[in-house]
């Protein structure tokens, strides 16, 4: 199934299961004007009215107080009508981010941030949703993850884990040629850097690799990926229109989980 008709699909079922409800809503936190938050919020407000989900917006002045957040945050937490919820990053430099996520309620925590969440993050939820898509068969497979942040390497490492893939994580203090060497044996590589087509044709692949490209870089407001396109591989997924597409899929089924916890 091509992805785009699989989000479909995804969606219709999502909104089948919403409808079953009195109401499904979730609180989205923004602090300040920024450009790129402005356009995430706007998509997942989109995302949830298309479903039937009622978003809540706050949007809060770029110069709050820590303790005003928090305030919001706790009464949010007690909120029955509130399933899920949601603070968009990146925050203000006064503010603590870590504070902030730990302030959120393990069971409301959607975006999967705190230590004990009930949730999946999106991203890597997103990646296995589309490696699933694909029929992608992860027994015994090398799997190199290029990344180690928190919200995509580090869970996709334990989710790849879990399906039996051989897990190989790599990061910014690896060196050139052991990362030629790793991705030179993977079967399976997912690209989180954060950087324009760091992963290009200067690399040796398998020929029947998958590479999943989770990278989003803006340029001159273009959106390009981590893996220079049309690589010789198996499957290379595409940005856009890729693995953020199934992020926002992941993020509807998880506040919808949120509405079934709360039962
Ligand atoms: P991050 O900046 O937190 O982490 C980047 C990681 O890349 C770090 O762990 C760093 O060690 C690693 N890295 C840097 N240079 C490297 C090198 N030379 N070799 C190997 N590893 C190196 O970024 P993030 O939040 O994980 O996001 C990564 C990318 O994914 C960004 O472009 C972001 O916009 C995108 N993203 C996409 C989605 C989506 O839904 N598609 C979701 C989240 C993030």
Do not use: W
């Amino acid at each position: 199934m091509e992805i785009v008709d699989f989000v479909k699909f995804k969606k219709e079922e999502i909104k089948k299961e919403v409808s079953l409800f009195d109401e499904v809503s979730f609180l989205i936190i923004q602090v300040g004007d920024n450009e790129a938050s402005n356009a995430y919020v706007k998509g997942k407000i989109k995302d949830a009215l298309e479903v039937g989900i009622k978003p809540v917006l706050k949007k809060l002045d770029e110069n709050i107080k820590e303790e005003d957040i928090l305030s919001i945050i706790d009464e949010a937490n007690k909120d029955e009508s509130i399933c899920g919820i949601i603070v968009q990053l990146p925050l203000p430099s006064h503010i603590d981010e870590k504070k902030i996520a730990l302030s959120i309620s393990y069971k409301k925590d959607i975006d999967g941030f705190h230590p004990l969440s009930l949730f999946t993050p999106c991203t890597p939820k997103g990646i296995i949703m589309y490696l699933d898509s694909l029929n992608y068969d992860y027994e015994s497979k090398n799997a190199l993850i290029i990344g180690r942040s928190n919200i995509v390497g580090k869970p996709i490492a334990s989710l790849l884990l879990n399906k039996n893939c051989n897990v190989t994580i790599t990061h910014s203090h690896t060196r050139r040629d052991d990362l030629f060497s790793y991705v030179k044996n993977a079967d399976l590589i997912i690209v989180a850097v954060g950087k324009t087509y760091f992963l290009d044709d200067t690399f040796l692949f398998k020929d029947d690799a998958y590479i999943i490209d989770v990278g989003i870089n803006r340029e001159n407001g273009k959106l390009k990926g981590d893996v220079i396109p049309n690589l010789k591989v198996k499957y290379q997924s595409p940005v856009p229109k890729g693995v953020g597409l199934l992020t926002r899929v992941a993020l509807l089924e998880n506040i919808l989980e949120g509405k079934r916890n709360g039962i």
